[in-house]
């Protein structure tokens, strides 16, 4: 069984930084798209970042120039470096990894979840 843990979550104020980390097991890493999703208290979970295993990545518009989405295959890890938070960032987010081709950001072509990570910020 697939497993996926996120780390890295937590309180800062709007401007900071925050580096989400999501390791992965069970699963060939290098072959597989993965992917940021977060959801905000009453809200759908929405796709954050997806990558490729090329690399090649896709952002919401929300985040772009903001979130930096990579990958290490040789540690079958995943990460979310986001910059500039803001309040409305808020959200638990998931680390998510799919078999499809592409690095897409719906969430109905994701397979395997995580349990998420809580990240919260202050204005």
């Known amino acids: 069984q697939v497993q996926l843990v996120e780390s890295g979550g937590g309180s800062v104020q709007a401007g900071g930084s925050l580096r989400l980390s999501c390791a992965a097991s069970?699963?060939?890493?290098?072959?597989?798209?993965m992917a940021w999703f977060r959801q905000a208290p009453g809200k759908e979970r929405d796709g954050v970042a997806a990558?490729?295993?090329?690399?090649?990545?896709n952002y919401a518009d929300s985040v772009k120039g903001r979130f930096t989405i990579s990958r290490d295959n040789a540690k079958n890890t995943l990460y979310l470096e986001m910059d500039n938070l803001k309040p409305e960032d808020t959200a638990m987010y998931y680390c998510?990894?799919?078999?499809?081709?592409?690095?897409?950001?719906?969430?109905?072509?994701?397979?395997?979840w995580g349990q998420g990570t809580q990240v919260t910020v202050s204005s």
């Open positions: 998510a990894a799919t078999w499809a081709r592409l690095p897409v950001l719906d969430r109905a072509s994701y397979a395997a």
């Open positions: 069970r699963l060939s890493f290098s072959v597989v798209c």
């Open positions: 990558i490729d295993f090329d690399g090649r990545t």
